[in-house]
């Protein structure tokens, strides 16, 4: 039996599908996650082949991915990345069980090395993921909406259907099946993303400049009872900034701050000397003033 663990976002869940379909994975066999949880992943014993899509080394804990890359190493086929930190992957996993490299997307890369990859769905998660290079596409919004909700809902259970009905949704087309049923859900779910849409707006008028040496730096301490889309606050913030700090509560009431910048010259994973990460935005866990103050250091000696 085969299993994919994949990431939770539109490019994971893309590239989850594209494994399902070339190897014909049942999309039951797909959990979806982020990089920091994948200690909390239980693989059933009975499963003989593991593909990892989109999951890129634990910028904070880098031991977990080695652990779990440790633990299943014989069973891992396949290893797909395009993170900063690959390099890890190829030491830890062998070259021969990886396809990584500098791409817009996962299923980009997918498509560069051979997988058959639908045009659209390459362009759905370039717009996804790279926001500040590609453009929205009609696919990439219509999965955005209804996934977010799912995500900012923080229900588990209902995060986890509207991925697998993305799945579901994209197979049945791959394959000209009726996913009328899928397309129903889905709109129902961008629907319910409306509000989210709204706050992310307001929050966006919100974004004050702040003194960040020769940049201008965008900064931001998010209402904790309002769900907002990061992605697309920063999107709506680069119209007036080139870099941006957002300060913001977890899950678990911890404290997060997140800084993007849509200046491909800057690289903030070698920046703030990560071990991994996408080039362009980073989360720094820890107390907000401690860690904006390093940023501001950091940034004013560019």
Not at 24 to 34: A, D, L, M, P
Not at 98 to 103: A, N, T
Not at 167 to 186: Q, T
Not at 262 to 279: H, Q, T, W
Request: charged share 30%; with cysteine.
């Amino acid at each position: 039996m085969k299993f994919v663990v994949s990431h939770g976002d539109i490019d994971g869940v893309i590239s989850a599908t594209i494994i399902s379909i070339n190897f014909g994975i049942s999309e039951r066999n797909i959990i979806f996650t982020q990089p920091f949880l994948l200690d909390k992943i239980n693989i059933p014993a009975n499963i003989e082949e593991i593909f990892v899509v989109d999951i890129a080394v634990n910028n904070r804990n880098p031991d977990m991915t080695r652990e779990f890359i440790e633990r299943y190493k014989d069973k891992i086929r396949l290893w797909i990345d395009h993170h900063e930190g690959y390099i890890y992957l190829q030491e830890w996993l062998g070259e021969e069980k990886v396809i990584v490299g500098d791409s817009p997307s996962c299923p980009q890369l997918m498509k560069d090395n051979g997988f058959i990859v639908r045009e659209e769905w390459v362009a759905a998660a370039n717009a996804a993921d790279r926001p500040t290079e590609y453009k929205e596409t009609d696919l990439s919004i219509f999965l955005n909406r209804s996934l977010k909700y799912g995500i900012l809902s923080e229900d588990e259970r209902l995060k986890e259907n509207i991925m697998r009905t993305i799945v579901r949704y994209l197979v049945k087309s791959y394959k000209s099946e009726d996913n009328s049923e899928e397309r129903r859900l889905l709109e129902e779910y961008g629907k319910l993303y409306e509000e989210i849409e709204r706050n992310t707006i307001e929050a966006s008028e919100n974004i004050e400049l702040i003194a960040g040496g020769k940049y201008k730096i965008g900064y931001i301490k998010l209402d904790p009872k309002k769900k907002v889309d990061i992605t697309r606050l920063f999107m709506l913030g680069y119209k007036r900034f080139d870099m941006i700090i957002i300060q913001k509560y977890g899950n678990n009431n911890e404290e997060i701050t997140i800084i993007g910048t849509k200046l491909k010259e800057i690289n903030l994973v070698k920046m703030f000397e990560l071990k991994s990460g996408a080039p362009f935005r980073i989360s720094l866990p820890g107390p907000h003033e401690e860690i904006l103050e390093h940023i501001l250091s950091r940034l004013k000696e560019l």
